[in-house]
């Protein structure tokens, strides 16, 4: 929806489904919305296996208004179940998506992984994949995701510390000092480039 800035109200609907929409795909369980672009979780997406999960993001012709130039995004490591897309959120040239049942570290131990816009093709790439220094079995880390700047915080609701699924929140930061445009691709947090 768009806001009529001189009469305040919201109207203009535009409806965006997936391309190769499927029965069962959730898209929709999480969206994010960031100037002219948009991010649509679908987390039993099936493309690579049963519930891989996928987010599609969307750019708004701004001499039209209309969303369209619909990118599709997976983890390069995508497994069934991993359920990416369960959490998004978009923020400028950077997207994260949450992958709270991923496997690395333990069965759902999970992921998040962060996508950059490459400003000269409009391609969104530069995968980083981080998650939890502690990373365990069942921690659910990505369940909940946003980015702001040079910040990612990440949720994890059935962290441990303190008591069984007590819960914990993970911020990360950008290293200006590495090159902006090559992210790198990481299993862990910690590593002294990109979002640590």
Sequence with gaps: YKRDTSTGVWGSEQKITASDAQ??????????????????????????????????????DTSTGVWGSEQKIQSS????DDRLGYSVNISGDYAIVGS??????????GSAYIYKRDTST????????IQANDKQASDS???????????AIVGSRNEDTGG???????????????????LPNVDNAGTGNGFN
């Design 23 to 60: 029965a069962d795909d959730n898209f929709g369980v999480s969206v994010s919305i960031s100037g002219d672009y948009a991010i649509v979780g679908a987390q039993h997406e099936d493309t690579g296996g049963t519930s891989v999960g996928a987010a599609y993001i969307y750019k708004r």
């Design 77 to 80: 490591d995508k497994q069934t």
């Design 100 to 109: 709270h049942s991923e496997d690395t570290g333990g069965s759902s131990a």
């Design 122 to 129: 409009g391609v969104w790439g530069s995968e980083q994949k």
């Design 141 to 151: 880390f990505g369940i909940s995701v946003n980015i702001s700047g040079d910040y």
């Design 164 to 182: 069984t699924d007590a819960g914990a929140a993970y911020i990360f930061k950008h290293d200006a000092t590495y090159p902006p445009d090559d």
